[in-house]
């Protein structure tokens, strides 16, 4: 049962970091200009697990990402924000996602079918 608990984990976090690049990078283009195309191209994704029940998503992107939501500009007294919702929307909804998915998702249909995937592999 361990090696289809972690082979569902890792395919959860797996989908879950795909979609995160996937929808992160229409929000990016839609709501940024993009000169360089760096702010798109610097992100990645890796999944590494562990023993157990455990699995690690890493998103690497660019420092100033995270940022850009909270961008403020200044025009006179004015102080203007620029609400972007290009990082933290993105980041805590798919963390959302991945603890629903690995709360309720493994039924013994996604059991039954990881193990008969898992045997055909061999």
Do not use: P, W
Not at 9 to 34: H, P, T, V
Not at 46 to 71: I, K, W
Not at 76 to 104: E, M, P, Q, T
């Amino acid at each position: 049962m361990s090696s289809v608990r972690q082979k569902f984990i890792r395919d959860i976090l797996e989908d879950e970091g795909r979609r995160l690049i996937r929808n992160q990078s229409a929000a990016i283009m839609q709501k940024l200009k993009s000169h360089t195309g760096h702010l798109v191209s610097a992100r990645s994704i890796a999944v590494s697990g562990g023993d157990g029940s455990n699995g690690v998503l890493t998103f690497r992107h660019t420092v100033y990402e995270r940022f850009l939501d909270m961008r403020s500009i200044q025009y006179g007294s004015a102080k203007v924000r620029r609400n972007r919702r290009i990082h933290n929307r993105f980041v805590f909804g798919h963390y959302h996602s991945i603890a629903k998915r690995l709360a309720y998702g493994l039924t013994e249909d996604v059991v039954a079918q990881i193990r008969e995937n898992f045997n055909k592999e061999k």
